[in-house]
């Protein structure tokens, strides 16, 4: 075999290898971050007449992302929807024993700002009720922010204010004083 042929198996062959690890890496790290979604429907009665829609939640459980479909009533105004999709947030999910939404919490209010950031009031039962270490600290944001984001449109990023003030962090591990999305986009 001529060694050009053999360089270019040669080269072939490290790529592979050098993909297969990639993908090894990629399966690896997302069973052991947990970071792979589980959906699951949750029937919602809606009263007769009343105009409803779909919307996805993802909450934190178990050291992992779930996403359950809530339905809502339909609403027109950003802040509206996000005020259904932040209460359904709130209420951790229907079908796990164990949430890592922090009990007690309110919201207080959603202000959609000329920004582009959607800034999320809650009550301080947020921070002081917080019960975690780091991932769980940053899956309870992720589920937050992806459950905004993939549900309203014209929202660049979202911001988390405790009642009505900035934030340094909730649980001490993710500085909350800026918007979330590049704090969290970077991890899928």
């Given at each position: ?109 959603v202000y959609y700002g000329s920004d ?73």
């Amino acid at each position: 075999m001529p060694a050009n042929k053999k360089r270019i198996l040669l080269i072939l062959v490290f790529i592979l290898l050098f993909l297969g690890g990639i993908a090894g890496g990629f399966f690896y790290f997302s069973q052991l971050f947990g970071f792979k979604q589980t959906v699951e429907t949750v029937p919602q009665e809606v009263k007769q007449g009343e105009d409803a829609s779909f919307v996805r939640v993802y909450y934190p459980s178990e050291g992992r992302l779930i996403m359950e479909e809530r339905r809502v009533k339909r609403q027109v105004a950003v802040t509206a929807i996000a005020e259904e999709i932040v209460s359904e947030f709130l209420k951790g999910p229907s079908n796990t024993a164990k949430s890592a939404v922090p009990s007690g919490t309110k919201l207080l209010g959603v202000y959609y700002g000329s920004d582009g950031i959607l800034y999320v009031d809650l009550s301080d039962e947020f921070r002081r009720n917080f019960q975690g270490d780091a991932l769980n600290e940053f899956l309870l944001l992720k589920g937050l922010y992806d459950s905004i984001i993939s549900n309203v449109t014209g929202v660049d990023d979202v911001k988390v204010i405790i009642e009505g003030k900035e934030i340094e962090s909730i649980g001490g591990h993710f500085l909350a004083l800026y918007p979330l999305k590049n704090m969290l986009a970077d991890v899928k």
